[in-house]
């Protein structure tokens, strides 16, 4: 037997209101018209489907499960509409979004929840890219937006705007090594163990760059590819970290210092690739919410009383502010 789908529509919305002209009227039919309707669903299952009465209609048994499975086919049938639906929308040509492991680590994220939600036929494809590859991408027009670090990316002939700080910190157990330290340099740090990123991680690669020939070799303990993971064990006393000041969670117990070398501060840019006409807004908007997760992004201040007061770094600038 082949069934209809508006004469399925039909009768469940007849069994639902107890009334084949209450049912009718939902799917816009004369009484005649869903009358027929329905005779014909009972010619073709060869069975009564409807007991009617003075007060209208209730299921037979066969009725009733003639309606359960075709309450089942129906939202079936609505699950496969909207999948092939999805490919058949024209959609804006999809945005490639790139930055570094600390700007992967809440900023991103948070700009992509609320850009997401909001425009529901933009894709975005993120990579985690370290500033110089980032650069090349977005010179050769490979990728729409990026998220570089400020020394790297400056004089880079790109378009760019002040994200916010990215400078780094050492934490350490609350009540640990760190205890009573407001500052300390990168070689101090090493003499104790360490935990950190892998090696090909963005920030311990920028980190091993800007070190000098005869600095300190750190001893780590273990090594870890998420930025998370990394903070919980030096929170939990394996060992200290260097991590971007924006990782640090206010309410965490740990035990946070100023990290003195001048490579240790930074900030991040927000840098725009070679755009086409059709990309070009979906780049904005999504522009306009990295700068919006910026905002609240600012990282918490480090543990210190005498440490030298720090400029504050703009966290929103428009791209037209010269």
């Not at 004469?7 to 009718?24: K, Q």
């Not at 002040?162 to 350490?172: A, E, N, Q, W, Y």
Request: net charge neutral.
């Amino acid at each position: 037997m082949r069934y209809d789908l508006d004469d399925l529509r039909l009768f469940l919305h007849i069994v639902t209101e107890g009334s084949i002209t209450a049912g009718a009227g939902r799917m816009h039919l004369s009484l005649p018209s869903a009358s027929a309707r329905v005779r014909s669903l009972e010619r073709q299952a060869d069975v009564a489907l409807l007991v009617r009465g003075r007060r209208g209609v209730r299921p037979t048994p066969a009725g009733t499960a003639l309606a359960r499975h075709a309450r089942d086919v129906l939202t079936r049938t609505a699950r496969l509409e909207s999948a092939v639906a999805g490919y058949s929308r024209s959609r804006t040509t999809a945005l490639t979004l790139l930055g570094g492991g600390s700007a992967m680590h809440r900023l991103v994220p948070r700009a992509l929840v609320s850009f997401l939600r909001a425009h529901p036929d933009v894709d975005v494809t993120v990579s985690e890219s370290r500033t110089p590859q980032t650069v090349r991408m977005l010179a050769d027009g490979e990728a729409h937006l990026g998220v570089v670090l400020d020394d790297e990316a400056r004089d880079c002939g790109l378009r760019t705007e002040p994200l916010g700080d990215d400078s780094l910190v050492v934490i350490g157990q609350a009540g640990g090594i760190l205890a009573g330290r407001t500052a300390l340099t990168y070689s101090e740090a090493a003499e104790h163990p360490l935990v950190g990123l892998d090696p090909g991680s963005s920030l311990r690669r920028w980190t091993e760059k800007h070190l000098g020939p005869h600095s300190s070799v750190p001893r780590y303990r273990t090594t870890v590819a998420d930025l998370n993971v990394l903070v919980a064990l030096a929170a939990g006393g394996a060992g200290l970290a260097v991590v971007p000041r924006r990782a640090v969670d206010p309410d965490q117990p740990l035990d946070v210092c100023e990290l003195q070398d001048p490579w240790a501060r930074r900030h991040h840019l927000l840098a725009w690739g070679i755009e086409d006409h059709a990309s070009s807004a979906a780049t904005a908007a999504l522009a306009e919410h990295l700068r919006h997760a910026a905002s609240f992004e600012q990282p918490p201040p480090a543990h210190r009383e005498n440490a030298p007061e720090r400029i504050a770094f703009p966290a929103v600038v428009r791209p037209d502010a010269g």
